[in-house]
């Protein structure tokens, strides 16, 4: 399920995502995408469920990973995986997102890896020509 | 290679000279040859980062199994000043109390290969195991307060277990200070259905047979008798409850490193003072998620024991089901240590490593101080598991650890890119090993060629003083999560 969006590297004890966007919200996208493909083995989810997420954060590399340990969370306390993301508003301390998506039945879906938290480790968003990059280490 | 010092065959230094900020040396177990492994991901660049930490005394310490984490190595042991130094939960990481537990029967290998598909089916069916699994029991929210502070004794007070089983827990299963009012409700949403659950990943149970006895006297002190004698080794810890813990706390220390103006190389080792309203508030949540575990533990060798006497059709105690000892391998103590002769209090904070109080200590029960606290360290699926006991000099050296494991030789994506699952399975039952599992895929990931040989970490340990090796144990039967 690999793309353009993110790629999985090597890291000896977990799994490293390297993700790629234009812009902030793009990197966040692409984030969340890596993760559901991590999770689950197949992670197609149908467009039934709306959630509002707002979060701060002390700076962008923070609050990259804080959003990714809120979709952790909201996966495995409520089974809600996302394919659409609005940002209604983001800046490098601060998101407002509307997210799309479905209310999953856990048991009776093939998941793939059971992912404990998106780390802090290694995690800085960077531009490389015009594009963001970021590396995330995901405890699994 | 060149940031190393040899000290001896055993030990490696990282002196403070090496990078600036440095409070303490580094100190690597190892032998010459485990170096080329280790050298080759970041490990030592994570030792390195710990010795950061305010209020760190004596090393920054890696047992041999170390490997690449996040924050600390995995394989770390750092130990800070309660009165000036720090807490981080990236020292205990998000599986908080992910820890073994080891039970011992009077069954021969004989008695239990023919009937290992059955046992492992029972097993199976008795124990939730896998990816997101949830427990068997659903909990009123005022039960899981209690849960949270009396840990495995309230599943032996309900029936699972006895006081025998916490006579032979690392701190009797429950550590004091646990404060559920510092678990949040989003901890308690995830761990609440995940009470009593196996879990994934490296997570098991292992039917095994003792291969060697190393120290008779210490062997028949723990109930291990003779060669082919049947054990079972659980290794699980404190599920999404645990996770959460983690993920909230780092959240807030993230904050706290700015407001104590503490100044770190790596944002995963996130602080605050011990003595802090923030660190007194996480060793509380920690705690919970500690006893959390301990209890799940307890529980999963209820339904082991069971599973056990409906296959054999005799009682538990006719099988002679006894717990052998368990211990947590991520976690964060306050513990007494002699430093420059004094007694200090100390946070004691152990990232892939196992607690090694040697004879005597006044913490050990009663029918452990002769001996020592039992030190469990498992190998891989393939291989073989060893049981020690902890040393004076591990007390002297190390805070009283050592190491916890194989440690990871391949990462998880070159495993999967280098073996399948199935033929994985495959080859174990050429050689007699059966496994039961949901993830057949996920097979490749523990396989025996993924983790270094565990009777070389042992080796290390042994010889360095920080465990003394008392019996070894091989494979027969597994169930992975």
Not at chain 2, 28 to 43: H, K, T, W
Not at chain 2, 443 to 472: F, H, N, P, T, W
């Amino acid at each position: 399920m690999e793309s353009e969006a993110f790629e999985f590297v090597a890291h000896t004890a977990d799994v490293a995502a390297l993700v790629r966007g234009r812009t902030m919200a793009e990197l966040l996208g692409s984030a969340a995408d890596a993760l559901y493909s991590l999770v689950m083995a197949v992670p197609e989810v149908a467009a039934t469920h709306r959630r509002s997420i707002s979060i701060e954060s002390i700076d962008s590399d923070t609050l990259l990973v804080d959003w990714l340990n809120e979709l952790i969370y909201l996966f495995y306390a409520e089974g809600l995986a996302f394919s659409e993301f609005r940002f209604d508003e983001l800046d490098d301390t601060r998101l407002q997102a509307e997210c799309i998506g479905e209310q999953l039945d856990l048991s009776q879906r093939r998941m793939n890896r059971e992912v404990k938290a998106a780390t802090y480790h290694m995690a800085h968003v960077s531009r490389v020509g015009e594009r963001l990059v970021a590396r995330i280490v995901f405890d699994i | 290679m060149t940031m190393l010092r040899k000290i001896d065959d055993y030990r490696w230094q990282i002196p403070v000279s090496h990078r600036a900020g440095m409070r303490v040396p580094g100190l690597i177990y190892a032998s010459e040859s485990m170096l080329e492994s280790i050298l080759e991901d970041q490990a030592l660049e994570q030792v390195v980062n710990v010795s950061f930490l305010p209020g760190i005394v004596g090393y920054s310490l890696a047992m041999p199994d170390i490997h690449w984490g996040y924050g600390f190595p995995i394989g770390g042991v750092a130990a800070t000043r309660v009165s000036d130094g720090v807490i981080s939960p990236g020292g205990v990481g998000y599986d908080i109390n992910c820890g073994v537990r080891l039970l011992r029967t009077d069954l021969m290998t004989a008695d239990v290969v023919p009937r290992m598909g059955l046992l492992l089916e029972r097993l199976y069916r008795n124990v939730p195991s896998g990816v997101g699994s949830e427990g068997r029991m659903r909990l009123p929210k005022q039960e899981i307060s209690r849960l949270l502070v009396e840990g495995a004794r309230w599943a032996v007070e309900h029936g699972f277990g006895t006081s025998d089983d916490l006579d032979a827990t690392e701190d009797g299963g429950r550590m004091e200070g646990a404060d559920p009012s510092a678990v949040s409700e989003r901890a308690l949403t995830r761990g609440l259905p995940q009470a009593g659950s196996l879990g994934s990943g490296n997570h098991f149970i292992e039917i095994q047979a003792v291969a060697d006895i190393y120290d008779e006297p210490v062997a028949t002190a723990l109930g291990i008798y003779q060669e082919g004698q049947v054990l079972v080794l659980i290794h699980t810890g404190s599920r999404g409850l645990g996770h959460q813990v983690c993920t909230d706390y780092l959240r807030m220390m993230e904050r706290a490193v700015t407001r104590y103006d503490i100044s770190l190389p790596d944002r995963q080792l996130a602080c605050a003072p011990v003595e802090s309203p923030e660190g007194r508030q996480y060793l509380s949540a920690m705690r919970c998620a500690a006893n959390y575990a301990w209890c799940n533990r307890q529980h999963i060798t209820h339904w082991v024991r069971e599973a056990f006497a409906e296959v054999f059709g005799r009682s538990q105690a006719r099988l002679g089901l006894q717990q052998v000892y368990d211990v947590a391998h991520n976690i964060a103590k306050i513990e007494e240590h002699t430093i420059d002769g004094r007694p200090v209090a100390l946070c004691v904070h152990r990232k892939g490593a196992t607690r090694a109080f040697p004879p005597g200590h006044q913490s050990l029960s009663v029918r452990h101080r002769a001996i020592g606290q039992p030190v469990l360290i498992p190998g891989d699926m393939g291989r073989y598991s060893y049981i020690g006991v902890g040393t004076a000099r591990a007390m002297r050296d190390t805070f009283g650890s050592t190491c916890h494991g194989a440690g990871r030789l391949l990462s998880r994506t070159a495993a999967r890119k280098m073996l399948r699952g199935d033929d994985v399975a495959a080859a174990l039952l050429d050689r007699a090993i059966v496994v039961r599992t949901g993830d057949v895929p996920a097979l490749a990931e523990e396989a025996s060629q993924a983790y270094k040989d565990v009777a070389d970490i042992i080796e290390v340990v042994q010889g360095a003083g920080i465990c003394r090796k008392v019996a070894r144990a091989v494979p027969l039967g597994v169930i992975k999560g």
